[in-house]
């Protein structure tokens, strides 16, 4: 009975090993389309406002996959718009080159009536008293010709409130981009996508673009490394089954 078991645990340990490796092998092939997919996008021309809330209702219809591919990120946008208030919103817990800090955004509008859309000013480094917050001059409110390549963050299942931290005479601090619940703050509908403009006005803060936090690179890494693992249990197991027999 004790050998059935060890050769049960043995299977099960090796074949769950084994399946993770398969799993960030196939996480690779996927990140390389997905980099594909960005390039391409990059190099069309850039949408206009109305082209882009079609992609975003196109998005909305089901395809039976939440992952990046269901993303709208890295598509270019060329809009003409206005600040919709004075008030800068900051995106806590940002790092950018070893620093940490912030991702600035003020809200655009084209027309009253249509979404309006959040437009990153860029990274602002933060205070080591997180009570004191970067002050930033918001934009002017008038029309400005934005351009740039727009992003989408993937929910997160652990953390995807806002949680804005409002107070008199100071940006809003929030800790997720959640564009539904920033709608909601707003009591105004908000495109679910972000403007990463390059020709912010007045303003020359640093752009972090990693629309791919993991690379290819890294899961085949990953999946070599479980691999190993896979190889190494298999054959301290079969030593110790060795060992046994002898005995």
């Known amino acids: 009975m004790s050998r059935v078991l060890f050769v049960m645990i043995t299977l099960v340990v090796f074949g769950l ?3 993770l490796g398969l799993w960030q092998l ?3 092939a996927f990140k390389q389309e997905w980099q594909s997919t960005l390039l391409v996008r990059q190099q069309q021309h850039a949408l206009n406002y109305e082209a882009m809330l079609a992609l975003v209702n196109l998005s909305k ?12 990120t890295g598509y270019r946008l060329s809009i003409l718009a206005k600040p919709v208030n004075n008030t800068i919103m900051l995106l806590d817990n940002q790092v950018y080159q070893g620093q940490v800090g912030y991702l600035a955004y003020q809200v655009f509008e084209i027309t009253p009536e249509q979404p309006w859309i959040l437009v990153e000013l860029g990274f602002v480094a933060a205070n080591k008293d997180r009570r004191i917050l970067p002050q930033l001059e918001p934009l002017e409110i008038r ?20 949680d804005a931290e409002q107070r008199a005479d100071a940006p809003i601090r929030f ?4 564009t539904a619940a920033l709608a909601d703050m707003l009591e105004h509908s908000l495109i679910p996508v972000v403007l990463q403009p390059e020709n912010v006005p007045r303003y020359n803060l ?13 899961h085949q890494g990953y999946a070599l490394q479980w691999f190993t693992m896979a190889g190494v249990f298999l054959g301290l197991m079969s030593w110790i089954a060795y060992r046994q027999y002898r005995r």
């Not at 989408?152 to 652990?158: A, D």
């Not at 800790?175 to 959640?178: E, K, P, S, V």
């Open 26 to 28: 196939s996480r690779a």
């Open 175 to 178: 800790q997720n981009i959640n």
């Open 143 to 162: 029309y400005y010709t934005l351009y740039g390549r727009v992003y989408q963050k993937q929910t997160n299942p652990f953390s995807d409130q806002l």
């Open 61 to 72: 219809l089901p395809t039976g996959s939440e992952s990046e591919a269901a993303l709208l």
């Open 206 to 218: 640093p752009q972090p673009w990693v629309p791919i936090p993991l690379s290819a690179q890294k």
């Open 17 to 19: 090993l084994v399946k």
